[in-house]
């Protein structure tokens, strides 16, 4: 059963506008939360994360919002450039040490429009 | 120069063969893991090795072993290939139990099973 969720397989942006991504997950016991980049032929690659405590983290045009009461959390992009066009995985731990207990969403596409 | 390196990127073999996939991180990590991204794009992890400590995620078949001769490498040896084992492997490795935001994965193994 899969515990994230990433229910929109693409999503298409025109440049200087905002992305958002979005990210269910089931398991109230997660507490700690993280979004990876993918450029083909590429593994992923950390971008920014968020731990329970916290309902908002910010880094640069990256942002993480975190609704625990919905289970939900989002990553907004402002403004969104052609070279953010990649696709994004969520991904959420039982605890912020435990790497080898990652679950994984499905990825959405991103493409910016120059 | 590549962090996380893995060889061969792309293999085709037949059913029932026995392949490897090298992987090589020189980071300084003393953890590694083997993760699997099947065709519904599902990332899922295989295995973590952390100081010659081996967890192996119970849902993965006794077919495939991973081999570690140091702190550095980790192989995937999979015996008596299956078609459903047709998949992108990912190593990753990371800081001594750390977490997910320290996880720096390889380019991808594409392995297709025919």
């Known amino acids: 059963d899969q515990q994230v969720k990433q229910n929109s397989p693409s999503l298409s942006v025109q440049e200087g506008r905002i992305s958002i991504l979005n990210c269910d997950y089931t398991?109230?016991?997660?507490?700690?939360f993280l979004w990876y980049k993918k450029y083909p032929a590429e593994g992923p690659t950390f971008l920014i994360s968020?731990?329970?405590?916290?309902d908002k983290n910010e880094d640069g045009r990256f942002t993480v919002f975190l609704n625990k009461s919905a289970k939900h959390l989002s990553l907004h992009i402002v403004p969104s450039q052609p070279g953010d066009s990649a696709v994004y995985f969520c991904?959420?731990?039982?605890?912020?040490?435990?790497?080898?207990?990652?679950?994984f969403g499905t990825g959405t596409r991103l493409t910016v429009i120059p | 120069d590549t962090a996380v390196s893995q060889t061969p990127k792309y293999l085709v073999t037949q059913m029932g063969n026995d392949k490897s996939i090298k992987c090589e991180q020189n980071?300084?990590?003393?953890?590694m893991y083997w993760y699997k991204q099947d065709s519904k794009k599902f990332l899922k992890i295989m295995f973590s090795?952390?100081?010659?400590?081996l967890i192996i995620n119970e849902t993965v078949p006794n077919r495939f072993s991973p081999k570690s001769p140091d702190k550095a490498h980790l192989n995937l040896h999979i015996n008596s290939l299956e078609l459903g084992d047709s998949a992108v492997y990912f190593c990753?490795?990371?800081?001594?139990w750390g977490a997910g935001d320290t996880i720096y994965f390889g380019e991808g193994s594409w392995l297709t099973v025919v």
């Open positions: 990753a490795s990371s800081q001594a």
């Open positions: 980071l300084g990590h003393d953890t």
């Open positions: 090795y952390n100081n010659k400590e």
């Open positions: 398991n109230s016991m997660f507490d700690y």
């Open positions: 968020i731990s329970s405590i916290k």
């Open positions: 991904a959420a731990s039982l605890d912020q040490t435990g790497a080898n207990n990652l679950f």
